[in-house]
């Protein structure tokens, strides 16, 4: 294996051998591996306990791949809980999810390298035989160009990537000749139309048969698309250039890139989440460092890595100077204005920003990595995955979790760079919750609400790229991995490509290299080299120290607004006025509205920052006004309390966040659709009964079931293919009367939810369910039940032992269940057991949600006020302190941070102001 050669030195303090021969390992260039100097700390995990986790990560892997080769190949990607492929066309749409699926058996390609790293080689020549015999690259479909890149250029240049290295140690892939690589260029010239714009930015869409133009493409009217789609090409593409001598793919992929950094906002020197494609424009000026814009900056850093261009690392560099002086809040990563910069854009964080500490880990910044990573721990501590978006007090912002590996990614690059065991115990808290609440018996499924615990029929192909990736060589000693992983660099997907192409063909960056950066201010490039040998040489203690103060923020934390602006009314200037607080009758308010925008430049600001909070809190009041989903969890044999189902609550009926949960058998009610007295009341006496949805309102089903003798409904919709994934859960309403009378709780399932129970019952006849707020510990819903023990313990290693074959999980469930294995839970007290009878239901994340309703910047109308309140009781001091502390600290370091001085003149700021509420509008409705 060559080593790379050809990119630019870090300083005289980088080894002469590849300068990034870490990268892989570490992902950090210039970081030397600290797990050999770790002597204290967190207690250091013993090579068995590694072996045993790394064990387990296989028999995960095994377990969804297997499943999705068996159950779902050659799909795009497997539905675990209808067990089943994914085919586009053959399900509801979700919208631009499904841009990533090309009916090109996308979890296959994406997961060869991963088999390589697990030591799967037998399984990865198989896996390559099926690419090459099955896959058609050719299909009238409209696909993402950013996620086919990522995920199937990126897959089989990955896969080509290990094949040759495989066939080079001379056992496995011997008849391998470069087919892999073939396919990848076929893609490649696939894709190319995309960039036909004048700006060179690409297409976001294109169709793998028809391209952009023909009539029958069905796409390329697309004037916008995210700087992360334009600019998160050019390591696949470069790759492709320098594998196959074919220039072309390189040359779009660096004029995409010079593209965005022409149109950078040249004060600020941030980027926007959306850009016209056509004329350059910013479409949406929110900037942070998550959706929409996060692996932009991470292929910056990491093209400078493998093509060795000083050019991305100055562009890089610049950016990050700018995203640490304006986003970065430590521990918060937080969306600004790219024209307005020390605004922020909003209250919340979404979960793609986890990948950032494991970039700042490559660029060599550990504090701020090791400080943003611990307050997500404890946002997944709370809820046990990270939830899509969480505000800045840390409440669910957006519930669902489809399995993102980016904390996993950030864990490991932290565990090498600083040799932490603390970050072994991270690892193994993600495997654990991954078992405990996503396995279900036909893979992993992604959570559709982090806070009942409810499943999405979803297993999207990046789960099988990197999480396991990470996981896997998060607990691996050099030897537990076939090759030299110091070779490599990761895509964003995770993708293995070796270094050694900083030296192969390089004339394409020597003839493209724009010569604009002399304008730059140099000293803003960081060429040296963060060494953890040098940074914490004799302190171990080192990461630990930077987590102790943070150890409390998520659980005490307490609702914070822009802590810049209240610093500066600190000093007893008259506290603006807050959007909560405004009364349109009070002719003070009046006047001081017509004010803002208009004396001065602060007051601007506050009329800004007020239109903000006014969209937020009508958004969070009609949020509130909601009740939260509810689950419906299958507790029979075989689903053990392993399948929960989302479901719309009831605006009647007994409410199951005050009450205890109820239980029952399932049965279908006769009529179905629950709208007369029911024939057959002996059959759903004591049962929660099954009606159909329509012919009569919701309420007056309830009256029936119940008189029948039910003590529970399900309403299961009528309308064919509904589900949750793809249509907004609702409630049902009551029927305008009292509804007093109705004492049993009713829940609403979409259709696809419910017809896993109708097959249930079709299948297993007895269906038992739990209908509660949301779902239950395995423990406590099995206790006194006679099941197999790894149910409970979502022990992997005892499923394996217990399964006789692969076959389905079902059939395997009904042997183990008379098994001499069979656990009786009643005596067993297991300390889930007695954590979740000592929580009271009331306290459930959901309900904690509700009960701190108030938005962050609104519980803020006084500051100094708050800050006492909250000093009083203990709970909020350590925070305070931290973010004033950080306030004070920004303020003396920088004086552009001092919100007094750091103003726009008054008229660009109204000059914005339109187009500042549109974004903030345009922001809540599509989230991210
Ligand atoms: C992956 O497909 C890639 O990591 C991408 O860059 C964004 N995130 C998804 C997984 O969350």
């Not at 204005?337 to 020390?342: A, G, L, N, V």
């Not at 494991?358 to 721990?377: N, S």
């Not at 692969?806 to 005596?827: K, M, P, R, Y």
Request: aromatic share 8%; with cysteine.
């Amino acid at each position: 294996m060559s080593e790379a050669g050809g990119g630019r030195g870090c300083g005289s303090s980088v080894p002469q051998r590849a300068p990034w021969s870490l990268v892989a390992a570490t992902a950090a260039f210039c970081l030397v591996s600290a797990t050999s100097v770790w002597t204290a700390g967190a207690a250091p995990m013993s090579r068995e306990e590694r072996q045993k986790l790394g064990n387990q990560v296989l028999e995960m892997f095994d377990h969804a791949y297997g499943n999705y080769m068996e159950h779902a190949y050659p799909a795009d990607e497997l539905m675990p809980l209808t067990c089943r492929g994914r085919v586009r066309g053959q399900e509801p749409s979700r919208g631009d999810v499904d841009d990533a699926l090309g009916k090109f058996s996308l979890t296959l390609i994406d997961s060869l390298d991963t088999l390589v790293v697990l030591n799967k080689t037998k399984e990865f020549e198989d896996a390559v035989r099926k690419v090459l015999r099955d896959v058609n690259l050719d299909n009238d479909v409209v696909v993402s160009v950013f996620e086919t890149n990522i995920r199937v250029l990126g897959g089989l240049l990955g896969g080509h990537s290990l094949a040759i290295m495989l066939k080079e140690k001379g056992e496995y892939m011997q008849w391998y000749n470069d087919e892999l690589l073939q396919m990848a260029k076929q893609l490649g010239y696939k894709l190319l139309p995309a960039f036909n714009t004048t700006s060179g930015l690409p297409y976001p869409r294109i169709n793998l048969k028809f391209g952009i133009r023909k009539p029958e493409a069905r796409t390329g009217t697309e004037t916008d698309t995210c700087t992360a789609c334009a600019g998160t090409l050019i390591l696949e593409f470069a790759a492709l250039s320098r594998f196959t001598g074919a220039t072309i793919f390189e040359e779009y992929a660096r004029k995409a890139l010079d593209f965005l950094w022409e149109k950078r906002q040249r004060s600020s020197n941030l980027v926007g989440v959306t850009i016209n494609i056509h004329t350059g424009d910013w479409v949406r000026k929110d900037s942070g460092v998550g959706a929409g814009i996060d692996s932009y900056y991470e292929y910056l850093l990491k093209a400078y890595v493998l093509l060795g261009d000083d050019s991305f690392l100055e562009r890089f560099n610049t950016h990050y100077d700018a995203i640490m002086r304006y986003i970065s809040q430590p521990p918060l990563l937080l969306d600004v204005h790219i024209h307005k910069p020390m605004l922020n854009a909003r209250t919340w964080m979404d979960a793609l920003l986890a990948f950032f500490p494991g970039l700042q880990v490559l660029k060599g910044d550990i504090r701020p990595a090791i400080e943003t990573h611990e307050m997500l721990y404890q946002v997944i501590k709370k809820h046990n995955f990270l939830p899509e978006a969480f505000t800045t007090d840390f409440r669910v912002h957006w519930a669902q979790h489809p399995l993102r590996p980016e904390f996993a990614e950030s864990t490991y690059f932290l565990y090498k760079a600083t040799g932490d065991p603390y970050y072994l115990e991270v690892g193994k808290t993600l495997i654990e919750n991954l078992n405990k609440y996503a396995r279900v018996p036909c893979g992993f499924a992604a959570m559709k609400d982090v806070r009942t615990g409810s499943h999405e029929d979803r297993m999207d192909s990046f789960f099988l790229a990197e999480m396991f990736k990470y996981l896997y060589l998060l607990f691996a000693d050099k030897e537990d991995i076939i090759f030299d992983i110091e070779d490599y660099i990761f895509t964003t997907e995770a993708h293995l490509l070796p270094l050694w192409l900083s030296t192969t063909n390089q004339s394409i960056s020597k003839k493209n290299t724009t010569s604009e950066y002399t304008e730059l201010d140099d000293s803003n490039f960081d060429w040296t080299c963060p060494n953890t040998q040098i940074l914490f040489p004799n302190d171990p203690l080192y990461a630990q120290s930077i987590r102790e103060p943070l150890k409390n923020v998520v659980d005490k934390s307490c609702p914070r607004g822009i802590i810049r602006v209240e610093e500066s009314f600190r000093s007893g200037a008259k506290p603006p006025l807050r959007a909560r607080d405004f009364m349109a009758t009070n002719p003070e308010h009046l006047e001081i509205l017509k004010k803002m925008g208009a004396a001065s430049s602060i007051d601007a600001e506050d009329g800004l920052r007020f239109m903000q909070e006014m969209i937020e809190l009508s958004s969070q009041q009609q949020k509130e006004q909601q009740l939260p989903p509810r689950a419906v969890q299958i507790v029979s044999h075989p689903f053990f309390g392993r399948v929960v189902l989302t479901a719309g609550p009831a605006q009647f009926g007994l409410d199951l966040s005050k009450h205890k949960e109820t239980r029952g058998f399932v049965a279908s009610s006769k009529p179905y659709n629950g709208c007369s007295e029911l024939t057959n009341p002996e059959a759903v006496m004591g049962k929660i009964a099954l009606i159909q949805r329509g012919q009569c309102m919701f309420a007056e089903k309830a009256r029936n079931i119940q008189n029948a003798g039910a003590i529970g409904g399900i309403v299961i919709d009528d309308n064919e293919g509904s589900s949750s994934d793809t249509a907004p859960l609702f409630q049902m309403a009551g029927d305008g009367k009292d509804t007093d009378d109705i004492k049993i709780p009713m829940l609403f399932l979409f259709s696809k939810e419910g017809r896993i129970i109708l097959d249930a019952i079709r299948e297993y006849e007895e269906v038992e369910v739990l209908l509660s707020d949301k779902a239950k510990d395995r423990a406590a819903i099995l206790k006194g039940k006679m099941i197999p023990s790894y149910i409970i313990n979502s022990n992997p290693e005892m499923e394996n032992e217990e399964q006789p074959s692969s076959e389905n999980d079902s059939q395997s469930a009904e042997q183990i269940t008379s098994s001499s294995q069979e656990v009786d839970l009643v005596d067993q007290g297991s300390p889930e057991e007695s954590s979740l009878n000592s929580q009271p239901e009331s306290l459930s994340p959901a309900d904690t949600d509700n009960a701190a309703s108030v938005s962050p910047s609104e519980q803020i109308s006084n500051p100094m006020e708050n800050h006492e309140t909250t000093s009083l009781d203990g709970e909020c001091t350590d925070l305070d302190n931290q973010l004033q502390e950080q306030s004070e600290t920004e303020e003396d370091s920088n004086p552009n941070v001092s919100w007094g001085k750091k103003v726009q003149p008054i008229d660009s700021i109204l000059a914005d102001w339109n187009e500042d509420i549109e974004a903030f509008e345009m922001m809540e409705k599509d989230e991210l």
